[in-house]
């Protein structure tokens, strides 16, 4: 390292790319980084830009929980965008760690989350920039233990010759038991690490094939497991810019389509009490001026009434703003966020995600025709101009009826607008769907990319009214995501060589280069389309079949076939309907195994 | 305005606090315009109570100094906040909350006319990372000040060169850097190391910058 901050020759690089402030560190709440040689070095990496990755609750969480263990510490890096990678290469620089500006080669354990199946090739970038072997095989025993975690860990076949050892479920509970392992292994060979990792429970190791599925851990008292007390708070703007505070995991609604709602089940709630005393804790020790409440539905969370009330007080006193990010689609929902004052402001979001009733009970998402009209209706009547709308295109059993459904929907929302004066801005969101692993809908094939083209344009074709405006989706982007969420290894080579080709950052439009992928993918004899493009048997092997999350095949199934016939399930708060978790998890709705 | 308005309005004295820092090393790569959200954040963590502008959206009134160019380091930088109370030994606090390589030197409470009528003149001193700046980068950046702002004084010592210039939105360390690359002198900013050592009040009689605490 340089003798001081003037000799170093990372600032002369820096000095070179835009927006350098992304690269330095330095935020309030990150550090110290801890002396001693008797200390695990953990660096936690983002594969994608730092505005995106500083938003992620998940690492906030991990680093202050890494931080509290006497024998661990640590670190971040986020993908660097191509302007400071190409900068790197030209020094022959390594990447380096924010906190020490270590290389990253110098860690004992670098850990990846998985968000986004498109950022796959900014895993190898970091890799690669750390001077790290790409390939799990290829790794010496003094190169950092790759860990990775997050939703894609739990069909991670497509990179797994990439990661030593993957995270499945709560980092929570599986990290703090992975970091002892690795602490207490220091200096012993790589393969005695592997087998100790692969001994934990909720830990796949793709160089030691497990005998029986991998089975996802959760953390079941929440307000007993680890969350953040202090927070790092960016320099510089980011997607995000809050205080975020978790009031549940899980989610009890059984959207079919929806990944996070089967694979982070059961439903676990915070307390309203210690939300409210973490939230103070937080905003005395981060300086943020605004809070947002995340979950998968706000909404949804039985304490949400209380805590407005208990928060009232704590907002006014430091001007603080409140932001809850997705509101259920209903009017009970709108005239609660109407007495926010702070959400009076912007417009407000609803995900109906079809058009029509048929279509919405086909994939369970429980919201009504009347559901949508009277939260239209709330939302002009108190006084909005905006609202963005979230729909699918796609999904299964789709027909252009529920495309026009689409039509009729917003349509409506600017009749509804000009009843009540308003000026009725509507904004749609239209995303192709992508069947996921762990879902009801995993064996379904995924629209072709012309069909998807073909339906977003008929749906932006048929607009009639100047107040709505309409975007779609990338249909070769949600190609590529498909093929990789339902992906296996031998697509692994496929990353690896379109990456040597330069792709990066494909989940960003500019960057994003289908060609290149199309080319690779028939260079290594790849037939991509085979992974979205059939409908698979329900009695295949699937790629991800070794990871089990909690949700059994047999629940999954029965959902397929009742999606088919278009038979609602009910929110499990109502009634347990038997996904797997009853009985198994010692949680409020789950304790009791279902008669 | 606002901050004037409101302060009509309360019927209360609100302290204008003139603050003198420096921002040194990593955080020097952080926008100047990022700066006013990174010290009212401190604040807040220190339990200091701000000032809100009125109006659609209101936030902590501040003014903040000329602005500095992403890399450069500021030895003197000032800014200017406006709390509901102050008391001396707030700064203190204020100091222990800021991030890393940011610093308040001093502290004031100031009345008069607003910070950027005062501040009219600043000194950089500009030396070579990779080689020596000879006195034909004196020349080169003499010439550039002059012709995008305002001279005042300049010198020449062991490869640094140091200019008191004024017109500080026209004359930053951008168009230095750029007059040095023009001329061949270097080839952008990894070549060149600039600090801003002082911001103040150009003084005719003294030939000095007058410090603005």
């Known amino acids: 390292m340089a003798e001081t901050f003037y000799d170093d020759p990372r600032r002369m690089v820096l000095a070179s790319v835009k927006r350098p402030s992304r690269y330095i560190g330095c935020e309030w709440g990150s550090g110290p980084v801890k002396d001693g040689t008797d200390i695990l070095r953990v660096c936690y990496a983002f594969p994608d830009l730092y505005e995106v990755g500083m938003s992620y609750l998940g690492f906030q969480i991990l680093y202050g929980l890494t931080k509290s263990l006497d024998f661990a510490d640590a670190e971040r890096v986020y993908a660097p965008w191509p302007d400071l990678e190409a900068a790197l290469r030209d020094a022959d620089m390594p990447i380096w760690a924010l906190e020490s500006k270590r290389s990253l080669s110098d860690f004992d354990v670098v850990g990846f989350t998985l968000q986004y199946e498109l950022s796959y090739t900014n895993v190898l970038t970091i890799l690669d920039l750390g001077k790290i072997p790409l390939h799990s095989s290829e790794r010496k025993d003094n190169d950092p233990m790759v860990i990775a975690g997050g939703p894609c860990a739990l069909t991670p076949e497509p990179v797994a010759p990439f990661i030593d050892a993957f995270c499945i479920g709560d980092g929570e509970v599986v990290l703090p038991e992975m970091l002892r392992v690795l602490h207490d292994l220091r200096g012993h060979s790589r393969a005695e690490k592997l087998e100790a990792l692969a001994k934990i429970e909720g830990v796949y190791v793709p160089q030691l094939p497990p005998s029986r599925p991998v089975r996802r851990r959760i953390a079941e008292d929440l307000d007993e497991t680890f969350y953040c007390r202090e927070m790092i708070v960016p320099n510089t703007g980011i997607v995000h810019d809050r205080i975020a505070l ?263 439009t500019e960057h994003f280069n289908f060609e290149r992928w199309e080319s690779v993918f028939r260079d290594l004899d790849i037939d991509a389309d085979s992974y979205v493009s059939r409908t698979r048997n329900v009695s295949e092997k699937l790629p991800w079949d070794h990871i089990d999350c909690g949700v059994t095949k047999e629940y999954l199934k029965k959902e397929r076939e009742k999606a088919f016939s278009g038979e609602p399930t009910h929110d499990c708060r109502k009634g347990c309907n038997g996904c797997g978790w009853q009985g198994v998890a010692d949680t409020e709705w789950c304790r009791h195994a279902k008669d | 305005m606002a901050g004037r308005e409101s302060r009509i309005r309360n019927g209360a004295d609100m302290p204008r606090i003139r603050i003198i820092f420096e921002k040194k090393e990593w955080i020097t790569f952080v926008n100047h315009m990022d700066l006013p959200l990174i010290f009212s954040r401190a604040a807040r963590r220190a339990g200091l109570s701000q000032e809100f502008t009125q109006g659609f959206s209101p936030h902590p009134h501040m003014s903040l100094g000329p602005a500095l160019a992403i890399g450069v380091t500021g030895l003197a930088e000032p800014a200017e906040f406006w709390f509901n109370q102050w008391k001396e030994e707030n700064y203190v606090l204020w100091n222990s909350k800021l991030p890393q390589g940011l610093k308040i030197l001093k502290c004031a409470e100031v009345d008069g006319p607003a910070l950027a009528k005062s501040t009219t003149a600043a000194v950089y001193s500009i030396s070579g990372t990779k080689s020596e700046l000879g006195s034909d980068a004196e020349n080169v950046l003499k010439d550039a000040a002059a012709k995008a702002g305002q001279l005042f004084d300049s010198a020449f010592d062991c490869g640094t060169v140091v200019l008191t210039v004024g017109e500080l939105n026209r004359c930053g360390a951008g168009c230095l850097v750029n007059a040095l690359k023009d001329s061949g002198i270097c080839s952008g900013w990894p070549d060149v190391d600039i600090v801003r050592r002082s911001v103040g009040t150009w003084d005719t009689a003294s030939g000095k910058v007058l410090p603005l605490i």
């Open chain 1, 246 to 508: 978790q009031v549940f995991k899980g989610c009890t609604r059984g959207c079919r389509f929806c990944q996070a709602g089967m694979i982070d089940r059961p439903v676990r709630e915070r307390s309203s009490e210690s939300i409210v005393k973490q939230a103070e804790t937080l905003l005395k020790n981060t300086g943020w001026e605004e809070l947002g409440l995340l979950s998968l539905a706000t909404c949804d969370w039985t304490q949400l009434a209380e805590t407005l009330k208990r928060f009232e007080p704590l907002l006014k006193e430091n001007q603080i703003k409140l932001s809850l990010p997705s509101l259920r689609v209903d009017a009970f929902s709108v005239n609660m966020a109407a007495e926010l004052e702070t959400m009076r402001k912007g417009g407000l979001t609803f995900a109906p995600e079809a058009g029509t009733q048929r279509l919405r009970d086909v994939i369970n998402k429980g919201v009504s025709e009347e559901d949508i009209i009277s939260a239209l209706d709330a939302t002009f009547a108190h006084g909005w101009d905006r609202v963005k709308l979230y729909f699918m295109m796609g999904l299964p059993t789709e027909t252009e009826e529920d495309l026009a459904g689409i039509l009729d929907i917003c349509n409506e929302a600017v009749s509804i607008a000009r009843r009540h004066k308003r000026h009725g801005d509507v904004n749609v969101s239209l995303a192709g769907f992508v069947p996921k692993g762990h879902t009801p809908f995993q064996w379904e094939a995924q629209l072709d990319r012309v069909s998807l083209r073909e339906r977003g344009r008929w749906v932006k074709g048929h607009i009639r009214n100047r107040k709505v405006s309409l975007s779609y989706h990338e249909p070769d982007q949600t190609f590529l995501e498909g093929v990789f969420a339902r992906g296996d290894v031998k697509l692994a080579p496929a990353i690896e060589e379109v990456w040597r080709r330069g792709e990066r950052f494909d989940g960003w």
